[in-house]
């Protein structure tokens, strides 16, 4: 059984910066993918990155191009998301997952590719 921990989410100035780590257990399948998906109130929990088992592969929303990275650790376990240049709205709370099976990582992006998640770390940013 897989199972996801996030870790880092906290409040940060406008301009400022954020890891987050999403620590993986259970990943016994080959050729998966780890997301990066956050959710603000009232709104729908949106694609934020997504990178291939072998970290070669990495997709970003528009909205993150340029601030955001997603990388892993060289055992594969963990999955980071380096935040820079953080604006108030990117104030959500943030979910990694899992998905079994990753065909093109452009496709990665909807909530339904992915079958497992983290309890999700909250990312707060003031206006």
């Known amino acids: 059984q897989v199972q996801l921990v996030e870790s880092g989410g906290g409040l940060v100035q406008a301009g400022g910066s954020l890891r987050l780590s999403c620590s993986a257990s259970?990943?016994?399948?080959?050729?998966?993918?780890m997301g990066w998906f956050r959710q603000a109130p009232g709104k729908d929990r949106e694609f934020v990155a997504v990178?291939?088992?072998?970290?070669?592969?990495?997709y970003y929303v528009d909205s993150v191009k340029g601030r955001f990275t997603i990388s892993t650790d060289n055992a594969k376990t963990t999955v980071y998301l380096q935040m820079n240049s953080l604006k108030p709205e990117d104030t959500a709370v943030y979910y990694c997952?899992?998905?079994?099976?990753?065909?093109?990582?452009?496709?990665?992006?909807?909530?339904?590719?992915?079958?497992?998640w983290g309890q999700g770390t909250q990312v707060t940013v003031p206006s």
């Open positions: 997952a899992a998905a079994q099976r990753a065909v093109t990582i452009a496709t990665m992006t909807t909530t339904n590719r992915y079958d497992s």
């Open positions: 259970g990943l016994t399948f080959s050729n998966y993918a």
């Open positions: 990178i291939n088992w072998s970290g070669v592969f990495t």
